[in-house]
């Protein structure tokens, strides 16, 4: 299935405060309750008055998604090339994350930026309710370098004991975390044809090399300066003290040079009142070159240099909003812009940098809110509140006049911009007004309600205690609909701008390098640090391994060109390597009464296509039903299947997530039989409907316990091992959790154990007993445990390494004697990266273009204390290839080469049913990743253990 439901709560539709407090817009602080203006007739919604509305109202649904069985469809370029969904299109064919969007299946939303200025609480209802109003006081002023510093630890001999000297300062410790094995030798391999390959890591050099990098002081201030704002402007008013090139966030002074004392006072006058302040700066320690400190700071003066040349931050990344296109037959406009991270890498320090774009709606919230007012339905004033409430809580905004994102957690319908509340210096000031002086930005409307957005614990923690008040006329909304992103016209269209080849993607990027070392600010900042950035993508030495035997019931290699590695004309040739037939009585096919006609069609369809294959198909028990309705399709089943049921097909009129949620948790939780579900739309087009029921058969042999292909593996008594995550969409802050081994020695038949796990707990007795059941599975068909196990961890950044590394393998090893007292096999983790700005190219006659599948690179832009390479497995035909990321954390396979273990994971790659072709990840992670969405958007349950050795969830 894909999308999932969206719940919203009411929000402010009650249209009162707890308490009566009030917020202010952002920068402005405010901490009393503001007067209510006076109306205006420019609102042109309902009146905005009424009883207080039902807490029940207001629920926003998203989108329907599609059955998971039926994409095949053509939905997309993967997809016309053999039915990949469209979230395993995003996550294996596309190449990369190019489009900057709010909403990504399998991903967690983007973090806001720290806010800046403060606002006084306004009690919530809405999403974000669990986050608190926050405190009645004003937050410190905040600063891109201060969010980014604060994440910093400085090592040194004279910087322990400054942290938590007073609020705000930094932690003085920082270590670099080496995952590398110390058994390890060259962690490099050899098998495979040499090539060079290119990547857009930029090399940083250092012009002076023995010395120090940075010189760390730490500042005081007599009597205490509480505004971190007024704290680094003095830092900075004393240039000619400390010179003009540093670093600060207030506490903490930054300097290329070492001051000629080792304490220097001075004295400033605070601007405020006239108050002399002591300033006492002391020496800390020297920050060496390479270390993690180091790389901060110039991540910082990386983010300054982009400022130079005239980019805008939007929360991580910097857009061009000057290059903006537009698209203005879907309301859409677009920012070119570029993610980008510097690192520590085997030969030198890098900068990663890649294109990425910003996508926003031309269309304020303002309008969002009249296109609602506009529904005939909606004349009620409770239930048009409900219907804003469910368009705007949850949408990810952008104010231009300070571009900065909020995320719309309310709305207030009391509260409008003639409203006033009480700045710091105790004087009032409406929001007109403020918005006015402050950005020179006019509000037309002055009775539209006001958005609430409250702080995240991240941006608790830089400071903001209060929410923001937002008005709707200033906001313009970000990220993709999910109208538009199952739109297949609209997204070709958006595609153009966004999917950029090889060729293009290098000159943007090179683009980039050269306008930076071309610009006279940059220059002089670079030289300040000593510093400098090349222009050029470095050139690192890869491989690509040799192409794989793909074998079927001939056991002869399919003849598949190794450039696309693509074998779905070869494959119709071919018998099943293992095909599962469906005598008489055996299986059910079931639609509403309006369809039957259709359903012949398909079943002789299915079984025409499937005789071919090695699957004999007979007659169905057909049931038809009165409508369409999940009730109709339950009693239905109900009544007709029986112990000789193997597989169920469902035949649906559409995508409705309730019917299809209410058929799989029933046949996977209740009554546990392999299911298949079509849509009619898809399996109506006579052009299409041969293409779509081979896949849709080669789906139920796999449900069913059959093999479709397999490869050459020389590894014996070996158990390979997925492991990912999905959000739960039903319960908050609930993940499930999908685990997937290997129960043969080809890799081709799985067990499947699935379970939920809440945020704040650790993944360990579940780890523990999922491990146990893999393994006693395993004995069970093998007569013995596996003597080697590898397990790809997916769902894993890198901030999450540790706790995999000294606690989940921990109790994976645990597991190990619950199973057998001496049981000890040999273990590797592999944590599987897939989201990351890294890219490969190759260069030819022609220019740059992708490198082939097969592509190894594991030298110069790996990190010098990590066990990692990078793997390109699959082929786009459009747009530019991602790589894969591998970090082996852990490893006991000691007599395997690094080659081996690259080879292990390029041929898991091949073995994903759905997909005739490589994937991005070995196949274990996208089957994990399979049960655990189907569990976190449809079931929110573990699914019967009858079901657990088959690949129902396909």
Not at 97 to 108: A, D, F, K, M, S
Not at 351 to 377: A, E, F
Not at 653 to 662: E, L, P
């Amino acid at each position: 299935m894909e999308g999932k439901p969206i719940q919203h709560g009411t929000g402010r539709a009650r249209g009162r405060s707890r308490g009566g407090a009030s917020a202010g817009p952002p920068g402005a602080g405010v901490s009393q309750p503001g007067a209510q203006g006076p109306p205006s007739s420019g609102y042109r919604g309902p009146p905005l008055s009424g009883p207080p509305v039902d807490p029940g109202a207001g629920v926003a649904r998203g989108p329907l998604p599609q059955a998971e069985d039926q994409r095949t469809s053509g939905r997309g370029r993967a997809d016309r090339r053999g039915g990949l969904s469209q979230a395993e299109e995003q996550g294996l064919q596309k190449p990369g994350p190019e489009l900057e969007c709010v909403y990504t299946r399998g991903q967690q939303q983007p973090q806001q930026q720290p806010l800046e200025g403060m606002a006084g609480p306004v009690a919530g209802q809405g999403r974000a309710v669990h986050r608190g109003p926050g405190a009645l006081r004003p937050g410190p002023d905040s600063h891109a370098v201060t969010a980014q510093m604060g994440a910093m630890a400085i090592g040194g001999p004279r910087g322990e004991g400054l942290a938590g000297r007073r609020r705000g300062a930094l932690s003085i410790q920082y270590l670099e975390p080496n995952y590398r094995p110390q058994n390890l030798g060259d962690k490099k391999g050899q098998s495979g044809n040499k090539r060079e390959v290119f990547s857009n890591v930029f090399r940083i050099s250092e012009a002076v090399s023995g010395a120090p990098a940075v010189y760390q002081y730490h500042v005081d201030f007599s009597p205490e300066v509480p505004s971190q704002r007024i704290r680094k402007s003095m830092i900075n008013s004393l240039k000619a003290l400390i010179g003009d090139v540093s670093i600060t966030d207030g506490m903490l002074l930054f300097l290329p040079v070492r001051l000629d004392n080792e304490v220097t006072e001075t004295v400033v006058t605070r601007q405020t009142d006239g108050t002399p302040v002591k300033v006492t700066i002391k020496y800390s320690n020297a920050v060496e070159r390479g270390t993690n400190t180091v790389l901060q700071i110039y991540n910082l003066l990386y983010k300054r240099m982009l400022q130079h040349i005239g980019l805008t931050m939007i929360q991580r990344n910097y857009f061009n909003p000057k290059r903006s296109l537009d698209i203005p037959q879907h309301r859409l406009t677009i920012w070119p812009g570029y993610t980008s991270a510097i690192g520590l890498y085997e030969s030198s320090i890098g900068l990663v940098v890649d294109v990425s774009h910003k996508i926003m709606s031309t269309q304020t919230v303002y309008d969002v809110i009249n296109d609602v007012s506009r529904n005939p339905q909606l004349r009620h004033p409770e239930a048009f509140k409900n219907a804003v409430v469910s368009a705007v809580v949850g949408k990810i905004v952008l104010t231009r006049y300070n571009n900065k994102t909020y995320r719309i957690d309310d709305v207030d319908f009391q509260r409008h911009p003639t409203d006033t509340f009480e700045k710091r210096d105790k004087t009032s000031q409406s929001f007109v007004e403020y918005y006015k002086n402050a950005y020179q930005a006019t509000i037309h409307d002055m009775n539209q309600p006001l958005l609430i957005s409250f702080p995240s614990k991240k941006d608790q923690r830089a400071g903001q205690q209060g929410p923001i008040c937002l008005v709707p006329e200033l906001c313009v909304v970000t990220g993709l609909p999910e109208e538009i992103r199952q739109d297949q016209r609209r997204m070709r269209d958006i595609a153009q701008h966004t999917r950029i080849g090889p060729g293009e993607r290098v000159q943007q990027l090179t683009d980039l390098t050269n306008q930076i070392n071309d610009n006279p600010l940059a220059r002089k900042e670079f030289a300040n640090w000593n510093v400098s950035l090349s222009r050029d993508v470095t050139s690192v030495e890869g491989r690509v391994l040799l192409k794989e035997n793909v074998r079927m019931a001939s056991n002869n290699p399919l003849p598949f060109d190794a450039l696309k590695v693509d074998w779905s004309r070869e494959m119709r040739k071919e018998c099943l390597k293992d095909a599962i037939s469906l005598e008489p009585d055996s299986w059910i096919f079931i639609c509403p009464g309006m369809l039957n006609q259709l359903a012949g069609q398909v079943v002789q369809m299915l079984q025409q296509v499937a005789r071919p294959m090695g699957m004999q198909i007979a007659q169905p028990r057909a049931v038809s039903i009165q409508d369409a309705n999940a009730h109709s399709y339950l009693n239905g089943l109900k009544a007709n299947i029986n112990k000789n049921t193997k597989m169920v097909v469902i035949l649906l009129r559409n995508q409705r997530k309730d019917v299809y949620d209410a058929l799989k948790s029933y046949l996977c939780l209740e009554n546990p039989v392999p299911s298949q579900c079509l849509v009619e739309k898809t399996v109506r087009d006579d052009k299409k409907r041969m293409s779509v029921m081979t896949k849709v058969a080669i789906q139920m042999n796999c449900k069913l316990g059959g093999e479709i292909w397999s490869l050459e593996i020389p590894l014996n008594n070996t158990m390979v091992i997925g492991i990912d995550t999905y959000h739960d969409s039903q319960k908050k802050h609930r993940s499930a959790v999908g685990m997937v081994a290997s129960l043969n020695k080809s890799f081709t038949r799985y067990y499947t154990k699935c379970f939920l796990q809440s945020e704040n707990e650790e993944l360990g007795r579940e780890l523990n007993a999922g491990m146990q059941a893999c393994l006693r599975k395993y004995q069970e068909v093998n007569g013995t445990l596996p003597e080697r196990i590898f397990l790809y961890r997916d769902g894993v950044g890198d901030g999450m390494i540790p706790m995999v590394k000294s606690y989940e393998i921990e109790q994976l090893v645990k597991s190990f004697s619950s199973v057998a007292p001496n049981y000890k096999p040999r273990l590797s983790v592999i944590v599987v990266k897939k989201r990351m700005a890294t890219r490969l190219f190759v260069r030819d006659d022609r220019g740059f273009g992708n490198p082939p599948p097969g592509t190894v690179v594991d030298d110069i832009i790996t990190k010098p204390m990590w066990y990692d390479f990078y793997i390109v497995s699959q082929s786009v035909n459009q747009g530019t290839v991602a790589p894969t990321h591998y970090n082996i954390i852990h490893h006991d396979n000691d007599n395997l080469r690094p080659e081996h273990m690259q080879r292990l994971t390029y041929k898991l790659c091949h073995l994903y049913y759905n997909w005739p072709g490589t994937i991005r990840v070995p196949a274990p992670c996208q089957y994990a990743h399979k049960v655990a969405f189907l569990v976190g958007q449809s079931l929110h349950r573990e699914p019967h253990s009858s079901l657990c050795d088959k690949l129902f969830y396909l």
